[in-house]
């Protein structure tokens, strides 16, 4: 199970506090009725120092979500993008995963937030491959969960809100208790979803498909990053409504999340992907994206903000995925 290791600083409404410091009331009102909304960005080292992967899309997506869930944020993207900078400087921390968490707090109990106030916080912490660098490696077993998404109209699933991640929570408690590294939800129509925190994509006769934003499903910026390295790979694309068959055919299946990078997956309910081992595709995407998150790709698309104070690191790569030879099957 994934566990932190605390800083030594986090950002609360402005000020840095110390991490045994950032505490809230039980009366608080995310408390009782999980009224949060939350980002997971990472930061890497790279040949240059320390950068932040795609931290303005995510600061874009925290504000998105505090106005579907009328929270009023009195902090802009760039206030909040210095404040991670300055946050990851301070706790020296070189690589690792950040949280951004808004919460409602004390000033009301029922329903309706009414006078509740409104706190920010940014926290960070070393983190590595949510499933484990195993998983990244070789890949994880996975179920089809008995826990559908929440359909369009019942909770905001373009949103991080925190509330929606009980389902999330039931997901994956089923699956790891029933011998598996993660589940798969289906949507109200039964169709394929997205797992408990990560997008699903799929690999058939070389074509890469992944379900449409539907109100299922978390619009995930691993998964638009996937979506464009793709594209611009040569690697036909399409979203495009999943049945669960088409899970137990696909050559290859993997899951793409801030925490999860791009796991694959080597069986679902017991049935083997493909192979049983990492694609093709998969691996050259997987690649692909974390040449680009470390440095050792040129990257085009802007998506490094680079951290003063924790730069010239000058890492050099060892990674695993950086000597797997990987078929190119195009550009």
């Known amino acids: ?42 930061s890497y080292e790279t040949p240059d120092g320390s950068s932040v992967f ?22 802009g993207e ?33 329903l309706h937030p009414g006078e509740a106030s409104v706190h920010t916080f940014i926290i960070c912490w070393p983190w590595g491959p949510y499933l484990g660098a195993d998983a990244i490696e070789r890949g994880v077993d996975a179920c089809v969960s008995n826990w559908f998404r929440p359909g369009p109209n ?11 991640y009980v389902n999330a929570q039931l997901i994956k408690m ?24 990560q997008n699903i994509f799929l690999v058939m006769s070389g074509r890469l498909v992944t379900p449409p934003i539907d109100g299922s499903v978390l619009c995930g910026l691993t998964r638009d990053c996937i979506l464009t390295l793709a594209r611009d790979m040569g690697i036909p694309v399409a979203e495009e409504a999943i049945p669960r068959e088409r899970l137990y055919l696909a050559d290859e299946v993997f899951l793409t999340g801030t925490a999860s990078e791009v796991t ?30 470390r440095g050792q790709t040129t990257d085009k698309y802007g998506w490094l903000t680079p951290v003063p104070g924790l730069q010239d690191a000058n890492v050099a790569s060892d990674a695993w995925w950086d000597e797997v030879p990987v078929p190119q099957l195009g550009v």
């Open 264 to 293: 694959p997956v080597r069986s679902i309910d017991r049935i083997t992907v493909g192979g049983g081992r990492v694609g093709p595709i998969t691996r050259r995407l997987q690649r692909r994206l974390l040449h680009i998150a």
């Open 154 to 164: 019942t909770h905001p699933s373009l949103a991080k809100l925190g509330g929606n």
């Open 174 to 197: 089923q699956a790891t208790a029933d011998g598996y590294a993660e589940g798969i939800a289906l949507a109200p129509n039964g169709l394929v979803s997205e797992a408990s925190g």
């Open 54 to 75: 795609r931290l303005n899309d995510h600061m874009k997506r925290l504000l998105d979500s505090c106005r579907v869930c009328r929270i009023d944020l009195p902090y």
């Open 1 to 42: 199970m994934s566990s932190v290791t605390p800083t030594k600083l986090i950002w609360c409404d402005g000020e840095f506090i110390r991490w045994e410091d950032a505490t809230l009331h039980v009366i608080s009102h995310v408390v009782h009725y999980g009224s949060s909304v939350f980002e997971g960005i990472r």
């Open 78 to 110: 760039e206030e909040l993008v210095s404040a991670c900078i300055e946050l990851l400087a301070s706790n020296d921390l070189k690589e690792g995963y950040i949280r951004p968490l808004v919460l409602r707090g004390e000033g009301a109990i029922g």
